[in-house]
């Protein structure tokens, strides 16, 4: 009897499975070349021998948008479980010292917007180290951290503040976040979504309203900011945020429009007493997101 040899299947690349999740979470070849540092004629390139290593197409491409196919969407979660798992091995060797616990904080709307992207940036350089996130107000997290329940934290701060230690790692215009082609603004009282006391968003824009004699009343009240923006979606009222946090369904308005304008904020990293090269190495990702961040809008 005569066995037939079959040919071994073909091995993955980690270069090219890396750049296949980029495009399917960006939704962009171009956005994706510049996550992987590499040319989008490259990185084309790397998806079509892909495609010709499975003998499926991955990705379905026009114009504006670019879209996993059903064999994408099959192969997205290997994808992403066997990059995980060669980052854990090479975490092994390369940083065995570097594991453990770190315990952060972070108020809602950075919780929300920035942490995610963050965290999973950690994860694939620090594939040991484990981050706990805990997300609350600002002046909760302060009292956590002093409590020594956790290890650092982010918080919001008016700006200048002498009162609060730490290092100021972003600093950003507050605007009157409204609905595009909305009309709360012209109501009056100005209907005002906001966030609780101790709030330096809230505390800057009633100061102004009080200033410039507006008359207001607070229409929606909640302790996190994607409740606040469905409020303005809906044009239910206007709400001082961020300018970065407003999305293509929302302007910003100021004194053009019959409103005061805005001061800014700052974001400052506190750290606890307790020091480690893991509690470091998470500081040191969130100072690099954020001057990435600062560089982009720049």
Known sequence: ??????????????????????????????????????????????????EEQLNATL???DARSV??????????????????????????????????????????DIGERFMPTILKRFAEVYPLIMVDLTVDSSGALRRRLAEQRLDLTLINTAPGTTSIEGEVVHKEQ???????????????????????????????????????????????????????????????AVAPLPRSYLTADMVALGSKHGLPDLGSFEVRLLKGPESSETIDAVADSIRYAYSEMIGMAA
């Open 67 to 108: 879209t996993l196919t059903e064999s994408g969407e099959t192969l997205l979660p290997y994808a992403r479980r066997m990059l995980t798992l060669s980052n854990e091995a090479v975490g092994r060797f390369r940083m065995p010292e570097m594991k453990g616990v770190v315990r952060l904080g972070a108020p809602d």
């Open 174 to 236: 507050l605007v009157w976040a409204a609905a595009k082609c909305g009309t709360a603004h012209l109501r009056d009282p100005l209907p005002v979504s906001i966030w609780e006391d101790g709030c330096c968003w809230r505390a800057d824009a009633l100061s102004r309203l009080d200033r410039d004699k507006r008359s207001y009343r607070i229409a929606y009240l909640s302790a996190h900011s994607m409740a606040q923006r469905a409020a303005v979606i809906a044009d239910l």
């Open 1 to 50: 009897m005569t066995l037939t040899m079959r040919q071994p299947l073909p091995l993955l690349d980690n270069d090219v499975l890396r750049t296949f999740v980029a495009i399917a979470e960006t939704g962009s070849f171009t956005t994706a070349a510049d996550a992987v540092f590499r040319t989008p004629s490259a990185v084309s390139m790397q998806i079509k021998k892909l």
């Open 59 to 61: 990705f379905l491409r």
